[in-house]
């Protein structure tokens, strides 16, 4: 592997390559979809999968389909405006709901805050 070639696998995870993997395979496997792609496919993948796909996975898809096109030297069909018009309506009937942690409780925060001074006591001076 040259120097060059290095760069290039340590620029991206391997999860990520994995995850791109999987977005293909979904797409041409399960969905039947042709490569090089139409935005019009496209268009029609994103609707076929928005009731059982998140936005944030929907948009992995579309990522890993432009990854394709763009390495193959084919125009990228996930940038035309009924793609994005598409994905902007999913978005709009699918609204993503925002996961929010609860926050800290006062009597929580003084149990933490207890716990931390008495470690500290009880320490040698070392960490």
């Not at 340590?10 to 090089?36: C, D, V």
């Not at 709009?92 to 008495?118: C, F, G, Y």
């Amino acid at each position: 592997m040259s120097v060059l070639d290095q760069y290039l696998d340590a620029a991206e995870r391997p999860n990520t390559r994995l995850s791109y993997a999987s977005a293909l395979r979904h797409f041409e496997q399960e969905w039947k979809g042709l490569l090089p792609s139409t935005s019009d496919a496209v268009a029609r993948y994103l609707a076929d999968h928005a009731n059982n796909l998140s936005i944030n996975t929907l948009r992995q898809r579309l990522a890993a389909l432009s990854r394709w096109h763009a390495d193959q030297g084919f125009a990228d069909p996930t940038k035309s405006p009924l793609v994005r018009q598409v994905l902007k309506g999913i978005r709009t009937i699918h609204p993503a709901q925002e996961k929010r942690a609860r926050p800290l409780e006062l009597d929580d925060l003084l149990v933490s805050d207890n716990h931390l001074v008495r470690l500290n006591d009880n320490h040698d001076g070392r960490w």
